[in-house]
T-cell receptor, first 112, second 115 residues
Framework: GEKVEQHESTLSVREGDSAVINCTYT??????FPWYKQEAGKSLHFVID?????DRKQSQRLTVLLDKKAKRFSLHITATQPEDSAIYFCAAYDSGYNKLTFGKGTVLLVSP | NAGVIQTPRHKVTGKGQEATLWCEPI?????VFWYRQTIVQGLEFLTYFRNQAPIDDSGMPKERFSAQMPNQSHSTLKIQSTQPQDSAVYLC?????????????FGSGTRLLVI
């Protein structure tokens, strides 16, 4: 089955700086890559996704890049704000089991 | 739309007791997923149902954990003879589409503490 590795376990940035979280996957057939955010004491909620027919998708301050050749995708957050502080999870579609496989999560800390 | 509803929010059980966790998916969502989250292990997949049928339980500890989805409106996760290592936040999620390549809506979770 699919395996997703999330490379940064923690990431600290200053408010206003950019943050990048990187993930790799193993299943060449994966075609869908969503990202989720978990704020302190809360559950996960969907923030942005990308499908394999494009290599870039932007939504306000969030951009997802997909490199299918390297089996790598990344979340870029520009002009970070303290409210961006959270755990971010990447996921990839496991075509074998018809479900998402999640990474371990990255703790993003944005300091004022 | 109340989202995915999980009850109870918190549960404390004594070692060896049984715990039953409930999940009510969003109406019309065809897939229901169960995950376990701990600081050490992160987010672990347990099991999932599609159109009420069990599809993949590869993440379930086989001996003490079981899950059911008797109807479209709820799923249960039962842990028999709970152990301290079962302490975790148990998350339920549901998804609209029949295919797995769509986003999930997560519930608020049940925080289980086994003492």
């Amino acid at each position: 089955g699919e395996k997703v590795e999330q490379h940064e376990s923690t990431l600290s940035v200053r408010e206003g700086d950019s943050a990048v979280i990187n993930c790799t996957y193993t299943d060449t057939a994966s075609s869908y890559f969503p990202w989720y955010k978990q704020e302190a004491g809360k559950s996960l909620h969907f923030v942005i996704d990308i499908r394999s027919n494009v290599d870039r998708k932007q939504s306000q301050r969030l951009t997802v890049l997909l490199d299918k050749k390297a089996k790598r995708f990344s979340l870029h957050i520009t002009a970070t704000q303290p409210e961006d502080s959270a755990i971010y999870f990447c996921a990839a579609y496991d075509s074998g089991y018809n479900k998402l496989t999640f990474g371990k999560g990255t703790v993003l800390l944005v300091s004022p | 739309n109340a989202g995915v509803i999980q009850t109870p929010r918190h549960k404390v059980t004594g070692k060896g007791q049984e715990a039953t966790l409930w999940c009510e998916p969003i109406s019309g969502h065809s897939a229901v997923f169960w995950y376990r989250q701990t600081i050490v292990q992160g987010l672990e997949f347990l099991t999932y149902f599609r159109n009420q049928a069990p599809i993949d339980d590869s993440g379930m500890p086989k001996e003490r954990f079981s899950a059911q989805m008797p109807n479209q409106s709820h799923s249960t996760l039962k842990i028999q003879s709970t152990q301290p290592q079962d302490s975790a936040v148990y998350l339920c999620a549901s998804s609209l589409q029949d295919r797995g390549d769509s986003d999930y809506t997560f519930g608020s979770g049940t925080r289980l503490l086994v003492i």
